[in-house]
Structures are given as structure tokens and as C-alpha cells.
């Protein structure tokens, strides 16, 4: 059974979640506070939901020691402040999907569905060139000389995602429903989003942008 980790401090809203969410045939532990949070990353759970607003160490301090522990480890976020603002920010801190409050529980169930869902064979050989860079399927990096260049959840399914339909022009549509979902209900700017994250990291990758229509990655 998946464990998920739910932090927040509305205690009617987390008793909610956690019913979803275990009506979904998965484990949830709850934190009310982010000290307390902060104290269970080595635990690894296989999925942290968490709220930005927190007491004791709020959202962002927190996904910032999540992802500095286990980068792995996917995170959604949860807030009810400026959605877009909350949204960039937390996508360029390592979250792996975002949701605004309010929304329906079922949504979460979704999300985390997934995010979780069971990973199907992968296609191709384990380590891919990238340019100057190697990708390494099995152990989820990009290898740049002697350095290891580790990826959240999302820029992993997302780089996968690019490798499997390279030298073809993929809308973000196209990207949406093949790595997101075709039950996401986000905007399409999660793409470029997660992109600029990876090209942050990885600053050569030979990936172009198709202005207006999406983006193409081509294998040297």
C-alpha cells in the first residue's frame, strides 16, 4: 500500500482528504505543523501532500527539505493564497503538481493516482546521449562528466516523455496528456514550467522550443 504524507493545519480539511485518499486503498499520515513534517523526511513516504501556509515552518521551507533529502520523492502543493504565484514558485522549489484551494478531494485522489500510478517498462536503452549530457534511465539522472545532475518525479517523466517521441514536434497538449494526465485540469504552463526547471539544470540539453505550439527534442 502507498504511504502518502498529508501536512495541514485545517483539521476539518485534512479529515476529508485522509478519507479520500484512504478510500483510494492508500496509507495517509498526517502532520498538522511543518517541524513536525520536516522531522519525518527520512521516513521517505511515496508521495507528500502539503500546504504552503503552515505554523512552525511554512510550505516552502519545507518542500526545500524535502527535495534536498529526497529529491525522488514527489510533492503536491496546496494553497489558498495567489494561485499563480504559489503555483511558479513551488514548481521552480522541485513540486511535482499544484492545487488551489479550494478543490474537490477527488481531485487529489487523481492527482495522486498519477503520480503514483504503477511505471510501465521504458522504452530503449538505459543510458541515452543528450548532447554533452548521458541520461540515465535506470538510476533516473543526467550524467554530466563526473557530475550527477538529479531530477524530481515530473522533470524525470517529462525528459522520458521527450526521449520516447524525439525528433517530432509534441505540442503541449500532447505533453499534458502523456505525462500529466489526460485528468489533469491545470494549465498547460506546467510544461514550460517543469521545462525551465530542467533546462536550469541542465543548461545544453538539445531541446527546442516550437513558439505557440510546444517543443522538440532531437537524440545526437
Not at 189 to 205: F, N
Request: net charge negative; aromatic share 8%; no cysteine.
Amino acid at each position: 500500500m502507498k504511504r502518502i504524507y498529508l501536512v495541514e493545519d485545517e483539521r476539518p480539511l485534512a479529515n476529508l482528504l485522509v478519507s479520500y485518499l484512504t478510500d483510494a486503498d492508500y496509507n495517509v499520515t498526517t502532520f498538522n505543523n511543518g517541524l513536525d513534517a520536516k522531522n519525518a523526511i527520512l521516513e521517505k513516504p511515496d508521495l507528500w501532500v502539503l500546504d504552503i501556509m503552515l505554523p512552525g515552518m511554512d510550505g516552502y521551507s519545507l518542500i526545500k527539505a524535502i527535495k534536498t533529502a529526497t529529491p525522488e520523492i514527489p510533492v503536491i502543493f496546496m494553497s489558498a493564497r495567489s494561485a499563480e504565484l504559489d503555483r511558479v514558485i513551488g514548481l521552480e522549489m522541485g513540486s511535482d503538481d499544484y492545487l488551489p484551494k479550494p478543490f474537490l478531494p477527488r481531485e487529489l485522489v487523481l492527482r495522486a493516482n498519477r503520480i503514483l500510478k504503477t511505471s510501465n517498462t521504458k522504452q530503449g536503452s538505459i543510458i541515452v546521449p543528450l548532447g554533452p549530457y548521458s541520461f540515465n534511465r535506470q538510476r533516473r539522472i543526467i550524467i554530466n562528466g563526473n557530475e550527477e545532475i538529479t531530477l524530481t518525479v515530473k522533470e524525470y517523466d517529462l525528459l522520458e516523455f521527450l526521449i520516447n517521441n524525439h525528433a517530432k514536434a509534441i505540442s503541449r497538449t500532447q505533453i499534458i496528456d502523456g505525462v500529466w494526465g489526460t485528468d489533469y485540469f491545470g494549465s498547460e504552463r506546467v510544461v514550460d514550467d517543469t521545462l525551465r526547471r530542467l533546462r536550469k539544470k541542465a543548461p545544453e540539453l538539445p531541446l527546442e522550443t516550437i513558439y505557440g505550439y510546444g517543443y522538440i527534442l532531437t537524440l545526437e
